[in-house]
């Protein structure tokens, strides 16, 4: 069973920097996709920032130049560097996986909150 965990969430004011991890139980590279989701409160999940299997990165317009997704290959690893965080990027923040079937698998996520 494939498992993505996440980590590195916490509290942090307007202007800082944060850097979550998703850590998959296997090799990252049977994932055609991976994502980085956010969840406010009161609102939809959204796709936040992604890396393909072969490096192509994707990021929401409001993440651009202050958001950054890498990968670790021999980790296993998908990291999002959040810089300049602002009030509105507070939120649940969820890896997923898409492998080559489609199928999708979530972690746990966790919270990033900043204060204003």
């Known amino acids: 069973q494939v498992q993505l965990v996440e980590s590195g969430g916490g509290l942090v004011q307007a202007g800082g920097s944060l850097r979550l991890s998703c850590a998959a139980s296997?090799?990252?590279?049977?994932?055609?996709?991976i994502g980085w989701y956010r969840q406010a409160p009161g609102k939809l999940r959204e796709l936040v920032a992604s890396?393909?299997?072969?490096?192509?990165?994707n990021y929401q317009d409001s993440v651009k130049g202050r958001f950054t997704i890498s990968r670790d290959i021999a980790k296993n690893t998908v990291n999002l560097q959040m810089s300049s965080l602002k009030a509105d990027d507070t939120a649940v923040y969820y890896c997923?996986?898409?492998?080559?079937?489609?199928?999708?698998?979530w972690g746990q996520g966790t919270q990033v909150t900043v204060s204003s």
């Open positions: 997923k996986g898409q492998d080559l079937f489609a199928a999708d698998y």
């Open positions: 296997g090799n990252i590279l049977r994932f055609n996709t």
């Open positions: 890396i393909s299997s072969s490096g192509i990165r």
